[in-house]
């Protein structure tokens, strides 16, 4: 089950939602929050939900021990049995394959690799139980003495697909205390409307472009002309965004609709300055975490220009890994690696002399060159789509397919660029100013805070309800 369907949004969230506010009490709310967190897990499978219990029921009895011992070796031992049993059971389910894989081809052992399904979310509520445990050690949130509301926070279906990265010292008023206010309602209703309209309209329909010009069969994509690549992967760079700051988008507005209270995990990234500056605003959760969890406990910026820049070199190889067990992804976490220690120790204040313009196209291309990195799993690929990107497959330059496929989306692709950009942010707030200054301004704008979510949301339920309805298509040249 996802977000972006329509089994989700009128079934089962909104059921979550009507069940929820017939509760009394918090502790029934969380009970009802609990039941259809499992529920959700348990629709990728039952045994799923038992890996969920057993890493939540792990980290619950380590940070017990962790609170309940004055015996300073002890709490470490708790600490690091803790964390070290959750980044086992994580390897073992994403990584196993990935690593036998690896020595078959140096060895031809073992003769089959074994095929280990990835479990819904794993790699989110592990960062979140790993969290919860050296918080808890290091003494920045209490040890929660009940089981199973350690479980809610662990799995709380909002933020399991694709973030944020919920900490447990964040959101353990919320899970106490928790009010829905109607004004945080209304907000959380447009929020996850505009997040279902990124997913549904706008990160699919770039896929759908993406998709048929970057195709997965080596003879197909190395006959793409030049212009065809890089116009594959420009539309593949938007659609990663809007998906994944749509899903981001949708659990802060679920979070915010049912009285929890999510940090940002996008902040536009693709108008960053620097390399430095967009890792700050994509994934804030993500690159936080690294930098709270495995930097500054390896030594951080505290340490020699070698050692800092070993302690990014572990950072980023790990980052990598965590999207993806491929080479590619590692690849990628290490092509940002080289750009930052670039930035940090070799260009230093230098940057801040150029050209603001110029600055900021350079980072657009390097991230630009990286969502390739990102896109291609099988190297092979890899190797042809660089090559098709500067005609080095005898492509050609252009073909009349390319033309018409920019020429049927050129307007919904401007759109995307738009939408990746805080102008609409401004424009609302430049509105709601508006609305505090006159009377006529401020019904204008009450009529649009209606209007807007439920504009969005019929665009969303046209695009899922056909897969492929895209509203730019009657704007053509």
């Not at 073992?92 to 020595?103: A, C, D, E, H, M």
């Not at 933020?159 to 206010?181: E, F, M, S, T, W």
């Not at 679920?254 to 693709?270: R, S």
């Amino acid at each position: 089950m996802v977000f972006s369907s329509l089994l989700f949004v009128f079934l089962f969230f909104a059921a979550n939602i009507a069940v929820q506010a017939l509760m009394p009490d918090i502790k029934k709310k969380n009970i009802v929050m609990l039941a259809f967190s499992m529920v959700f897990y348990a629709w990728g499978g039952v045994r799923y939900v038992v890996l969920l219990l057993g890493m939540t029921f792990i980290c619950w009895a380590s940070a017990k021990i962790i609170a309940s011992s004055k015996n300073k070796r002890r709490k470490k031992l708790a600490m690091i049995i803790g964390v070290t049993l959750v980044l086992v059971t994580l390897g073992v389910f994403k990584y196993t394959g990935f690593f036998l894989k690896n020595i078959q081809l140096l060895t031809g052992f073992p003769k089959v690799v074994p095929e280990i399904a990835l479990p819904i979310g794993i790699s989110f509520y592990s960062f979140q139980l790993i969290s919860y445990v050296v918080d808890v050690y290091r003494g920045d949130a209490e040890a929660q003495e009940k089981y199973w509301l350690l479980l809610l926070y662990a799995g709380l279906f909002h933020q399991c697909i694709a973030g944020p990265i919920v900490r447990y010292r964040d959101v353990n008023h919320d899970i106490l205390h928790r009010q829905v206010k109607r004004t945080e309602m209304s907000n959380g209703i447009t929020r996850f409307a505009v997040g279902l309209a990124k997913k549904a309209v706008l990160a699919n329909g770039c896929a759908a472009v993406a998709d048929s010009l970057l195709a997965n069969s080596a003879e197909t994509l190395s006959s793409v002309p030049v212009l065809g690549m890089w116009l594959g992967v420009f539309a593949y760079m938007l659609q990663i965004y809007l998906d994944f700051s749509a899903y981001s988008d949708m659990a802060i507005g679920m979070g915010l609709m049912c009285g929890f209270h999510y940090k940002e995990n996008f902040d536009y990234p693709y108008v960053a300055n620097s390399i430095t500056d967009f890792w700050r605003r994509w994934h804030i959760s993500l690159s936080s975490f690294f930098r709270d969890y495995v930097y500054i406990p390896l030594g951080g910026n505290r340490c020699s220009k070698s050692r800092q820049i070993f302690n990014m070199f572990v950072v980023w190889a790990l980052t990598g890994m965590w999207h993806g067990a491929s080479w590619n992804y590692i690849f990628w976490g290490l092509y940002f690696f080289v750009f930052l220690v670039l930035e940090k120790h070799v260009l230093k204040d230098r940057l801040e002399h150029w050209n603001t313009v110029l600055r900021h196209f350079l980072v657009l291309l390097i991230i630009y060159f990286g969502w390739v990195l990102f896109k291609f799993d099988n190297l092979s690929l890899l190797g042809t789509a660089f090559k098709g990107m500067f005609g080095l497959n005898g492509n050609g330059f252009f073909d009349h397919s390319v033309g018409l496929l920019f020429k049927n989306n050129v307007f919904f692709l401007i759109f995307c660029c738009v939408a990746v950009t805080p102008l609409g942010k401004m424009l609302g707030n430049m509105l709601k100013n508006l609305g505090k200054r006159s009377k006529p301004w401020m019904y204008i704008q009450g009529v649009w805070e209606v209007a807007c979510p439920l504009l969005l949301m019929v665009l969303s339920m046209m695009a899922l309800a056909g897969n492929s309805y895209n509203p730019f298509l009657y704007f053509q040249f």
